[in-house]
């Protein structure tokens, strides 16, 4: 089969978008011949959007967030090609999320300084010293120490509202859990938790609290998390977009 060039889809402008702990990049792409916004997954070409006429290309945001779970498993499936692609080093300009705000990586190299990872407002210095790689590890590091300042605080903060104490408080890095809470009253969070925004968070931690209370998730449950968190069926909803990790029982 020929195909005429004219009519198959040019690329309108490639972007990238970060996704739980992922940054997805694609292409966007414009056919005329397109009759619906579709998206496609391919081991060469990675992640394209194609548009339809008269689709607005500050839509795809939106359309890429809402698929967002479809997208992560399928980019999973053409590794290894994309696989690599995804967990590719940092660069400078890539954004990461971080308590519902997106920072600007900048990697520096060779600065005469120690390899280290500094916030200064919305950007994120990645300090790589004389390593050329492991962004990667330097990130998730900073995410961990972060999490370690923000989340006991936190924690102390709606155990005293909900006039509840735990044993101990993990803060793990689980691939399938959010938090957890155990019947020794221990409390794990997921450092990855801090790529939410802060409600979320909040969120979570009042569900593994609320678990002090009511070792179940019978209406009576919900009840106590409701009265701590009023959205919380919006929080749960937007956990529920991310493959990373689901609220435990
Ligand atoms: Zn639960």
Not at 5 to 29: C, E, M, N
Not at 125 to 130: Q, R
Not at 220 to 231: L, N, P, T
Request: proline share 4%; with cysteine; aromatic share 8%.
């Amino acid at each position: 089969m020929t195909q005429n060039k004219a009519i198959s889809p040019y690329v309108v402008k490639k972007a990238s978008l970060a996704i739980g702990d992922r940054q997805v990049h694609f292409t966007i792409k414009r056919s005329v011949r397109a009759r619906n916004v579709r998206i496609e997954i391919r081991p060469e070409t990675g992640l394209s959007v194609i548009l339809p006429r008269g689709y607005s290309v500050e839509k795809v945001e939106e359309l890429i967030r809402s698929k967002s779970r479809w997208i992560a498993l399928h980019l999973e499936d053409i590794s290894p090609g994309s696989g690599q692609w995804l967990t590719r080093e940092l660069q400078t300009g890539d954004t990461v999320p971080f308590l519902g705000e997106s920072l600007k990586v900048v990697v520096l190299h060779h600065t005469g300084e120690p390899v280290n990872v500094q916030q200064d407002n919305r950007c994120l210095y990645i300090n790589m010293g004389k390593s050329i790689d492991g962004t990667r590890e330097q990130l998730n590091g900073w995410y961990k120490k972060q999490a370690h300042k923000i989340l006991p605080p936190m924690v102390n903060k709606f155990c005293a509202r909900m006039n509840v104490t735990y044993n101990r408080l993990y803060i793990l890095g689980q691939n399938t859990r959010w938090g957890s809470c155990s019947h020794k009253k221990n409390i794990s969070l997921n450092w990855k938790l801090l790529k939410m925004p802060q409600r979320v968070i909040e969120y979570v931690i009042i569900h593994e609290l609320a678990h002090l209370k009511e070792m179940n998730h019978t209406p009576r449950f919900w009840e106590v998390v409701a009265m701590y968190c009023q959205d919380w069926r919006e929080c749960r909803a937007f956990l529920k977009k991310f493959p990373e990790g689901k609220v435990s029982l």
